[in-house]
């Protein structure tokens, strides 16, 4: 026993770089799983909480399981995590330290004020709560706009060198990603406006306080982090926009489900923009070309 768990202990990695390589290989080992099982499991088990399904079945306890939830999206978001943490510096910590704090503030005072996305309040308990504000939060908020940072770098090109044409494309992205989001949550009964407002139940100043929001989140992750060594991690990382994936199968499904088609049509734009940059599993195709390449020079 001893000398197994001696064993274990040596397999361990001890450094910050061997963390990075295991994280970097279990998700590239996994990126089917992740990317697409999960938010697929994730549109059945929401619709079914949502229509009742799961009402006196053995199955009841699973509907809407803030924990459940809280996992499902932490595993959806870990290929953007793995991705960036070789490039998170104490100034990235800081910056996202900086907009964890501010998507705290900001979720506070509009559950209790309605500034600035107008009245709303929580039917869901999206995990643990402290003041009515899900502590997962920044699981939630923040990789939505790291993923839509990252999409417009491989998008704009030689434009994302000029600051202002950087900002405000990737804060029009993520207002577009809050246009697929926030019909869908409605829907499922995750938060509601009060009164609802004209756009599928969500007010129009839910969108004004996403411009304010994802303002303040782009220019802090733009602080802390350095766009050229992220471009050259997502020429090296082809699971780094994963995540993205998984926001358009499952909030693209869902919005699908209750009709929200003009959702729907944002979240295939995005999915368009990630052919476009050909970011998902375009390395695994090459691989399965290369080998079948290999094997048949040989014989």
């Known amino acids: 026993m001893v000398e197994a768990d001696v064993a274990l202990a040596n397999r361990l990695p001890t450094t910050r770089e061997e963390w990075e390589y295991r994280l970097d290989r279990l998700v590239r080992e996994n990126r089917f799983t992740i990317s697409v099982f999960f938010p697929l499991n994730g549109i059945v088990l929401l619709l079914a909480s949502a229509e009742g399904w799961l009402s006196g079945t053995v199955l009841a306890p699973l509907a809407f399981n803030g924990l459940f939830i809280l996992f499902g999206?932490?595993?959806?978001?870990?290929?953007?995590l793995v991705g960036v943490l070789p490039h998170t510096t104490r100034r990235g910590?800081?910056?996202?330290?900086?907009?964890?704090?501010?998507?705290y503030l900001i979720e506070y005072t509009g559950v209790h004020t309605g500034f600035p996305y107008g009245q709303f309040a929580y039917g869901v308990a999206l995990g643990p709560t402290v003041g009515g504000i899900p502590l997962g939060l920044p699981v939630f908020f923040v990789p939505?706009?790291?993923?839509?940072?990252?999409?417009?770098?491989?998008?704009?090109?030689?434009?994302a060198e000029h600051t202002v044409i950087r900002l405000c494309t990737v804060i029009i992205a993520v207002l577009a990603m809050d246009v697929v989001l926030d019909p869908g949550a409605v829907a499922l009964g995750f938060w509601a406006y009060t009164p609802p407002g004209a756009f599928y139940g969500v007010p129009l100043s839910n969108y004004a306080g996403w411009v304010l929001s994802a303002t303040v989140a782009v220019i802090l992750l733009d602080w802390g982090y350095d766009q050229h060594i992220l471009l050259t991690r997502l020429s090296e990382c082809e699971f780094m926009l994963d995540d993205l994936v998984s926001f358009v199968i499952l909030w693209g499904g869902l919005n699908a489900w209750f009709g929200n088609w003009l959702p729907v049509a944002v979240?295939?734009?995005?999915?368009?923009?990630?052919?476009?940059?050909e970011r998902f599993d375009s390395r695994v195709f090459r691989f399965s070309q290369r080998k079948r390449s290999g094997k048949n020079s040989s014989e």
């Open 267 to 277: 979240a295939a734009l995005f999915g368009l923009g990630l052919l476009k940059t």
């Open 144 to 159: 939505l706009v790291m993923n839509a940072y990252l999409l417009c770098l491989l998008l704009l090109g030689d434009r």
């Open 93 to 103: 910590a800081t910056g996202v330290g900086l907009l964890t704090l501010y998507a």
């Open 73 to 80: 999206t932490f595993v959806m978001r870990s290929p953007l």
